[in-house]
């Protein structure tokens, strides 16, 4: 073997210094996103989480799904920011409502579907048949800062930013139709999807009873 390649392995003073990481994503800052979610083996068939995505936490029993989120466009593209969505916990029904809520938002913002609309294709388009539907979800999202469990800042992800908000449309990369939100009569428009986003299911027969709060 080369002695060269020998110094290589042996002695490390000319080695590039180590990079101390990017500096923090500004509060506040719309980026899209695309959402993948790490299985973490936790199934209840009472809940129908039958897909071995959510994860339980082993100290607090509290149920999430692992969400990992790639910046794709923009200044800070290939970024990546990580978040809990909360399915359940021991102290109350919060941590269910906030993941649920934050669920619905991502779905309108990636299948371009404002809020405020109860048209039956947009009630279609806020179901899901399972926690895989959200694994490679684009949509927008407004990062945040919070303490990590060593005190130190770090970004995550609380917020999906929805077609109605008025820099949706620019950092989707999609035409706004904000102007054209509502008819003469008032009652809101639906949003075209972006092409990159999910097709809407056909609207779905109501759901049976003891269907999971989740999937409705």
Known sequence: MNDNNTNVWSDFNDAQA?????????KGALVPVLMTLKPGGHYDASQGWSD???????????VYLAAEFVITGGEYA???????????????PTWTQ??????????NSARGVLPQDNSPQAAAARRIQGFADLDGLEFVVRVDIEKDDRGEDRN????????DHPE???T????????????????PAAFAAPANSPVAPEPQRAPVSGKPAWAQ
Do not use: C
Request: no cysteine; proline share 8%; net charge positive.
């Open 18 to 26: 180590q990079q101390t990481g990017f500096d923090l994503i500004p």
């Open 156 to 163: 995550v992800v609380k917020t999906a930013i929805e077609p």
């Open 78 to 92: 290939k970024r990546k920011v990580w978040s809990n969505i909360g399915l359940y916990s021991p102290k109350g």
């Open 172 to 187: 989707m990369g999609v035409p706004s139709k904000l102007t054209a939100s509502a008819s003469v009569h008032g009652s």
């Open 98 to 107: 906030m993941g649920r809520t934050f669920v619905r938002a991502a779905l």
């Open 168 to 170: 949706y449309a620019r």
């Open 52 to 62: 071995g995505y959510p994860t339980q936490s082993p100290k607090t029993g509290a």
